[in-house]
Structures are given as structure tokens and as C-alpha cells.
């Protein structure tokens, strides 16, 4: 059985004329589809004849709610999605002025072992569809009632390490007759897998390329990234600037500020050198604290000054505003618990 919301739009064009339904049909479904139905039951200007033709091989994939929290703090809602086979996926949606912001997983659980990070204890499940990951901006947005109009695909997983479902997705959640989210409005999140980095410059899509970077030099990184065994700071940091030079979208980096690991005014002499003359943004994260791990974030004294020496030399430097602090809404705490 085929899920529909695995088909790029073009791919369920033709899917649907294989079975000798008309083109505009395509149209019809796909904007079903992201408007959350949840059957073909739902879809009422298709003919009975026609939904009969789509149940004898395709399906109409949902998520479940297993657990929604509301912060009382800042309105962050987390959710807690249960797949079909049980698995379970965590999402976030965010209220800025500019409007609603969700965080997406692009995989069951994650190989890629940063230590700070609760989203990779367990390892990797498996990989996200193209619609399931489609699925979670349909049903927060469905659940909450208002367009989600900014998508940060910075959850649960490594998205290069699941390219072509994010690649697919990226096409069908910006498509004009579905969602139609702009891909300016997309953000990617990488620990830095650095071929698929250089294969992203090449789809040419205008989304913000974020890497998380989190250290200075090798020697640290090597401690707390497990990929930087395979590909150093210094390849990372080629591809960022060849893919900057082939889209010309300014790239950020992400730092998790660690105590006494990678938080001292000489790690941020460093880390200014290492990106000096990209024009790149440095979003600065106080580390949030994992059982398994001894790591732990500084005072906000301490986090203040290493942001006020990066800008001291130059860079565009910003703390990330904790959201959610009171319901767990840093990625993996609460699939965590709930396994």
C-alpha cells in the first residue's frame, strides 16, 4: 500500500493518470491531504468510483496525539506524535511576533551520538517518510487551529542522513496548492554531514542552512561529536563556504554553550577566527541538562560574555530564547521518558 503523501505533487500526477483519472484530480487530493483529512471518506468532491480505485493501493497516513503539553510560560505547545507502528516523534510549535514556528523530526531516534543531545540516546529507529514528516506541520497546525507559516527542521534525527525523504518534503510542504509554506521560511539543521551538504547547494532551494557546530576546534569536537571523527572542522567549514558562495544564503551556527567544555573567552577567539569573513550568525544555546550526561550550561553572566567577545570581534552573535522551559521542550526529553 501506497501512502499518497509519500508522492511528490508531479509523482501523484502521475500516479493518478496510471489509473486513468484526469489530471486537475491531483489538485483536488493533494489539497485533502494538508488539510489534514483523514480519510478518503472526507474527500467529498471525489466521486465514490475514484476514492474506490485509491483504497485498492494507496492510504491516507495520519498521526496520533499521544501527548500535547501547553506552556503557561510562553504558549509553547510539544507534542508527542505516535506513529502507526507505534513509534513515537516529538514536535514543537513556537509563538513569535512574526507568527507560529513548529520544529520537526526527520527520524526515529538518530545515529549521529552528540553527547549533549537526548534525541540520539537509543540510537536510530529508522527514517521518516516524506509524509510523516509532512504530517506533523498538517496536524499542529490542524490541532492548534492557525497557520504555521515557519518550519525548523531541527528535531528528533539528522535530516542530510534522511536526504531524499527531506528533499521531497521540502518540495510538497511549499507547493501553492497544498501548504504552501515558503522555503525562505525553512530552516535545516545539520551536525555537518558534509557530501550532503554540497549535494543541498545543488537543489538549489532557498531555505537557511544551519550547522551545528558547538566547538572552536577538533580536539573538542571530537569529544562531544562523534561525526567530527569523519569529517574535521576545516571540510565543514569548506562546504559551508561553497554552499554560501552557490546560493548566497547566509548560513548560521549553532553553539551549545557547555561549562568549562567549550565555553571560555579563548574558545570564542577561536570560533571568531573560524568563521571570519562568511557574514555567518552565531546563535549561542545555553546547554540543557541530559540525566545521562555530566554536562552543564554556565551562569548567564557566563553566557553573556562569551556572546559580548564574539560581537567584540565581529561576528553576529545571539542567545536563543529558551521556550518551553516548564514542559520539557528541548528536543527529546520527553520520547525519552515516555520509552
Known sequence: MIDLKDFEFDELTEYLKSIGEPKFRAAQIFSWLCRGALSYGEMTDISKKTREKLEKETYVSTLKIREKYVSKLDGTVKYLFELPDGNCIESVVMCYRHGLTICISSQVGCRMGCRFCASTIGGLYRNLTAGEILNQVIFAQKDIGERISNIVIMGIGEPLDNYDNIIKFLHNVNNEKGLN????????????????????????????????????????????????????????????????????????????????????????????RLIKGMGAHVNLIPVNKVEEREYEKGSRKEIDAFRDKLISLGVNATVRRELGSDISASCGQLRKRVL
Open 181 to 272: 509554506i515558503g522555503l525562505r521560511h525553512i530552516t535545516l539543521s545539520t551536525c555537518g554531514i558534509v557530501p550532503r551538504i554540497y549535494d543541498l547547494a545543488r537543489e538549489n532551494l532557498p531555505i537557511t542552512l544551519t550547522i551545528s557546530l558547538h566547538a572552536p576546534n577538533d580536539e573538542i569536537r571530537d569529544t562531544i561529536m562523534p561525526i567530527n571523527h569523519k569529517y574535521k572542522i576545516s571540510e565543514l567549514i569548506e562546504a559551508c563556504k561553497s554552499y554560501f558562495k552557490a546560493t548566497g544564503r547566509r548560513i548560521s551556527f549553532e553553539y551549545s554553550l557547555i561549562r568549562g567544555v567549550n565555553d571560555s573567552a579563548e574558545n570564542a577567539s577561536e570560533l571568531a
